[in-house]
């Protein structure tokens, strides 16, 4: 990311956004929001986070301690629930807006987690640009792309024009798809059921010959009883895969690549770098990356954006959908870069996961139980766990990142943090 190099910053953390999944989709938006305390690894001094929710003292002090950054130089912005509405509209509801508008100084960009209509309009009523857009019009210029390409319809379109390699499947409307499924199921031994706008595996339903002989699928309601859905044939899945690109004034570049760890088509977390048992396909997937990241420049876009695929048990690669926007391991893997930067390492090796603990407890003893079993991350080495998330509501689902000097490394970092945290 350009981030480091850019002028100051309004951190705008707007996970409610319809970018990514309909807004009326309260719920699952409100969960995705509680990773809002992850954006302070960003924060460099005189910038500021516009945040739904809290960030405790002590994860705020922990931040402080590892980037450098005295607490005093940043500031964040905390913005109380106000239900599922863009956070632009929950900052005014709130009676913020005179609070935030006194840091959007002369040069100041607005960052925002997905880069959305809402977004785009608040920044042009504080007078500020979007990261890393020139002008406000640049970012409005861009939104139809953006939101086209974030949903599957519109991936799967633009992917047949770019010549990647999809699987066999349909776009329909919610009425035809018991239909589909029903054709489809005829010639493949399964098939995946998707939300046109969705993320996170949110609404997918995976499912099998006898599933296609009743005359009600139980659909989520993800897109209304009219809504797009694509069907698809369910590849067998050896790794799930991604890249993440990045679109600049001076073209297109790679980021990073990893693989996924998914449950039933839901991301629960990432390591980075690709494993060995599916390297052999990096040069096609940042080769696609290159093409779609040509394709949305020509449409205006600028910023971050990933491809998630999946490889077969045969090694063949085939491209899923797109996320044009930051997602659940860009801001990870900004902050592995800036904390990895400090003792040298360039390339470390790193994931980010979730666990649940047999026990709840706060961030204060969760900090303690990585120092007493040399778990922590230590800048001088490089490596090591950290906490990026704040400590969950219930005091058990812990997310976390491994840093580490090789990949076969991480494996270890991870086995001694299930001991010191009790996972289950």
Not at 61 to 76: I, N, Q
Not at 245 to 250: G, H, I, L, Q
Request: hydrophobic content about 45%.
């Amino acid at each position: 990311m350009n981030e480091p190099d850019a002028g100051p910053l309004l951190l705008f953390a707007n996970f409610l956004s319809d970018l990514a999944v309909d807004l009326n989709e309260g719920r699952v938006l409100a969960q995705w929001a509680q990773q809002a305390p992850r954006k302070a690894w960003l924060l460099r001094e005189g910038d500021a986070l516009v945040t739904p929710g809290s960030l405790s003292e002590g994860f705020r002090r922990y931040v402080s301690d590892l980037t450098g950054v005295a607490r005093g130089r940043t500031t964040v912005i905390e913005v109380p629930p106000a239900g599922a509405v863009p956070l632009a509209q929950a900052v005014r509801e709130a009676g913020l807006m005179e609070r935030v508008a006194a840091h959007a100084r002369p040069g100041t960009a607005l960052l925002p987690t997905a880069a959305d209509a809402s977004a785009v309009g608040f920044a042009r009523e504080l007078g500020l640009t979007v990261h890393p857009y020139e002008t406000v019009d640049d970012a409005a210029a861009a939104l139809p792309v953006t939101m086209l390409l974030n949903t599957k319809a519109g991936f799967r379109r633009a992917a047949a024009r770019l010549d990647m390699r999809l699987p066999a499947g349909w776009v329909c409307r919610r009425p035809e798809v018991e239909d589909v499924v029903r054709q489809l199921l005829a010639r493949y031994e399964q098939v995946v059921i998707k939300p046109d706008r969705s993320a996170g595996g949110h609404g997918m339903r995976f499912l099998s010959g006898k599933d296609g002989e009743g005359a009600d699928l139980a659909l989520a309601t993800v897109g209304g009883p009219r809504g797009t859905w694509v069907v698809e044939e369910c590849v067998a899945v050896a790794e799930s895969v991604s890249i993440q690109m990045e679109n600049t004034a001076s073209g297109t570049r790679a980021l990073f690549s990893g693989a996924m760890r998914t449950e039933q088509g839901s991301f629960t977390g990432y390591a980075s770098p690709l494993p060995m048992s599916c390297a052999h396909v990096a040069g096609e997937l940042e080769e696609w990356g290159r093409e779609l990241g040509r394709h949305l420049a020509a449409h205006g876009y600028l910023g971050p954006f990933g491809i998630d695929a999946l490889v077969d048990a045969d090694g063949v690669l085939y491209a899923s959908e797109s996320n044009v926007r930051r997602t659940a391991t860009t801001t990870p893997h900004a902050m592995v870069t800036r904390l990895a930067a400090a003792s040298g390492a360039a390339h470390p090796a790193w994931t980010v996961s979730k666990g649940r603990t047999r026990t709840a407890f706060g961030l204060a003893e969760a900090l303690d139980r990585l120092r007493a079993h040399r778990l922590a991350f230590d800048p001088a080495r490089g490596e090591g766990v950290v906490l990026y998330a704040d400590a969950p509501p219930d005091g058990r689902s812990w997310r976390y990142a491994v840093i580490a000097a090789r990949a076969d490394g991480v494996s270890e970092w991870e086995g001694g943090l299930a001991e010191a945290f009790g996972l289950e």
